[in-house]
């Protein structure tokens, strides 16, 4: 179908204030001043977040000594229950370089209070003042933190969905594909919207949305350059989940593709490799949207949409057992 015409006029939008050189392109910024236009962005196309039950802030130890902050949100109509509560552990997208905790905390308020289950927001470290795989490591410990930890904080370490968008979506499945390898159990469901899964971005999508779809091919570009140490790190399938040999046994999937994204044939492509591997999958394409729509609350319906479809999908997980 055509582009969504809210989503298509906001777009001229953007362009029309690059060409008159009030909105410079991402990838004309340094890292720092991306990441603060990036946040800052947020609070415009995106709705403010839903009341919770409750939120803290943790700090999650990393095997190099170091911590990460992390954001664990409860909903209110599970905050009085006596019993472990379910929890989904979201990476953010942001190509490895901007977002954090604010970017996408209306997104895991509504993921919290829509399925109801905790939502545990990760603030992985960005590049490149920690390139690859520092993101990949802070996302296998956030996960052995829940297991290991989580009882503390109420959390059902036998009901962990894993989760995230774009580069944080390349993370939630890389992280299965790890579990599996190094035997450490597998999460109830990947909930991944629009990853990165290629090793480079040459399939006709991305030829064909290059410009003006919201992640633009240079923008993309110079996020790599900035998490990758060398051009042999795209072809690690830690980056690049298409180039893992196994994908036995991981936990089912839910994928959310838009049909104006880039990414749209890779994860196309992605989809087509977990069901050659016997992995559940359910692929939804939502049509008119593009890249990143699911925190475009004030611009597009399907945001909403899609967070419910998302909640329905954890809730199957984590109750229909």
Request: glycine content about 6%.
């Amino acid at each position: 179908m055509p582009l969504d015409p809210d989503l298509a006029a906001f777009l001229e939008l953007v362009e029309a204030n690059i060409i008159s050189g009030e909105k410079p392109e991402m990838h004309t910024l340094t890292p720092e001043k991306a990441r603060r236009e990036y946040d800052v962005s947020t609070q415009f196309l995106d709705v403010p977040g839903i009341p919770v039950g409750s939120i803290t802030t943790l700090s999650i130890p990393c095997r190099d000594g170091q911590s990460i902050n992390a954001r664990l949100y409860k909903p209110a109509q599970l905050i009085e229950t006596a019993d472990p509560l379910p929890v989904l552990l979201y990476f953010h997208g942001g190509g490895y370089c901007i977002g954090g905790l604010d970017s996408h905390d209306s997104l895991c308020r509504s993921l919290a209070e829509l399925t109801p289950c905790c939502v545990l927001n990760v603030a992985y470290r960005l590049a490149p003042e920690h390139r690859f795989p520092t993101a990949v490591y802070d996302a296998q410990d956030a996960y052995q933190w829940v297991l290991s930890a989580g009882s503390d904080y109420d959390l059902d370490v036998t009901r962990i969905a894993v989760g995230g968008d774009s580069a944080g979506g390349t993370l939630a499945t890389g992280l299965t594909i790890a579990a599996h390898t190094e035997n450490w159990p597998q999460p109830v469901r990947q909930v991944l919207l629009y990853p990165c899964t290629s090793v480079w971005q040459n399939t006709e999508s991305h030829r064909r949305f290059a410009q003006g779809y919201l992640l633009e091919a240079k923008t993309l570009q110079w996020m790599f350059t900035n998490y990758l140490r060398t051009d042999a790190d795209r072809a690690d399938w830690r980056f690049a989940p298409l180039q893992a040999s196994d994908l036995g046994d991981l936990a089912p999937v839910f994928l959310v593709l838009a049909e104006y994204d880039p990414l749209l044939d890779e994860g196309i492509a992605y989809a087509e490799k977990l069901r050659a591997a016997g992995i559940p999958t359910l692929v939804k394409i939502y049509s008119g949207m593009t890249h990143d729509f699911a925190r475009l609350g004030n611009i597009v319906n399907e945001a909403d949409q899609v967070r419910k479809d998302i909640a329905r999908e954890l809730a199957n997980a984590f109750y229909a057992r």
